[in-house]
Every structure is written in C-alpha cells, then in structure tokens.
C-alpha cells in the first residue's frame, strides 16, 4: 500500500505560483509503473483531472485545466512528485489531490487510482 501526502497548498493572490508537494511512502517501487495523478475538486463540483507523471520515465500528461500553466515533475530520491502551477486564478480555486496507481489504467479517471491523499487547500484570490 502506498500513503501520499501533499503539502503546500495555500492563499495566493491571482496570477501567482505555487508549489505542491505529494511525499510517497510505503509499498512502492518506481520500476513498476507507478503513476502519479493530480485532480483536484472545486466547492460544488466533481473531482477534475490536472496532470500525471510516469515515475520511471518522467512521461507527462495534462488535463484542459493544467495545460499551459502548470508543470508536474519528480524527484525519484525523494519520491516525491511536485505540481507547480503559474499564472493562478480564481477558478484554480479547489482542492488538490495526489493519487498513485499503477499501469495501464485511463489516467484522467480517478477510479484507476490505488491510493490517494488527504488533498491540500489551494485558494486564489482575485
């Protein structure tokens, strides 16, 4: 079983950065195609996909809402993947989660996923 935890979400005016973090622990091994999503939930709305790394090879994909503006990227030593997203605006507003799974499942569903976090608060304010 694999735990995740993210950490650095938080209050940023609109147009400004920030850092997510998602620490893996546990069970987990990079060599067995273990993905990492992003989604993330907005007050009244469905859980949304953002982006997903590829542990072994650092393979990217993006939702519409992660396009352009945000990056994910690992750091295998620390297994720890990270979200940083630029240029925020108030409708980036939610709840952000990291989730893990291992492939080939279809990545922008959440129910492919194996373990998730607790979610981390990011709000943008206008």
């Known amino acids: 079983q694999v735990q995740l935890t993210e950490s650095g979400g938080g209050l940023v005016q609109s147009g400004g950065s920030l850092r997510l973090s998602c620490a893996a622990s546990?069970?987990?091994?990079?060599?067995?195609?273990?993905?990492t999503g992003w989604f993330r939930r907005a007050p009244g709305k469905e859980r949304k996909f953002v982006a997903m790394?590829?542990?072994?090879?650092?393979?990217?994909h993006y939702g519409d809402s992660g396009k352009g503006r945000f990056t994910t990227s690992r750091d295998n030593a620390r297994n720890t993947v990270y979200l940083q997203m630029n240029d925020l605006k108030p409708e980036d507003t939610a709840v952000y989660y990291c989730?893990?799974?291992?492939?080939?499942?279809?990545?922008?569903?959440?129910?492919?996923?194996?373990?998730w976090g607790p979610g981390t608060q990011v709000t943008v304010s206008s």
């Open positions: 989730a893990a799974g291992r492939a080939p499942f279809t990545i922008i569903e959440a129910a492919g996923y194996e373990s």
């Open positions: 790394i590829k542990w072994s090879t650092g393979a990217t």
């Open positions: 546990g069970s987990f091994d990079i060599n067995h195609d273990w993905l």
